[in-house]
């Protein structure tokens, strides 16, 4: 009988699909205790996966902490804005920044060929370049950036699968999705 080659496993941050699952409908639920607790988990995943953490994980949870804050009602406005802004700014930089090649291609011209709506990227362009915008704008472009993120990164990675997946996972498939949760940054832009 011929032995069927296993590919090369993959080493990851997480213990596997249940806890990516779990951390995912984390972020993503609304509730701000749960949220703290999928960010906390988020920081343990980057103090084990470093640098290699997936670009979409890192600012969804910068985004996600954004949101946290400020239904914690301990910030100021101007201070929200600061936040938000920073947040914003390295997605849309971070996002493209991949794109771009030895010639420099302009931002709204990656942020449309990505699906990321322009008027994102000049909302990064006056964070960056203008006066700080109203915070319910920059409330506005977190929520259409986590939502392009959940639709273009974590769906993706989940099969569309938001529910944990039984006890019983044959390990072939924990392999698959430990190698697919690991999508390297180029692959997701």
Known sequence: ARKRRMPPRTVVAWRGRAEWDQVMVGLYCGDSRLQQEALDRVSAWKSRYGPKMPLAVDCTSELIRCKVLDSSGRLKSDELILSYGLALVRFVNLI???KQKM???PL????KEADIPIWV???RHELTHGKLPP???CRKGCDVVLDWLRKTYWSRQLGNNLCEESEGEDEEEQEGMEADAELDNDVWE
């Open 121 to 123: 990227v000049d909302l």
């Open 96 to 98: 493209t920044e991949r």
């Open 103 to 105: 010639v420099s291609i």
């Open 108 to 111: 709204r011209q990656l942020a």
């Open 135 to 137: 915070l319910a704008l």
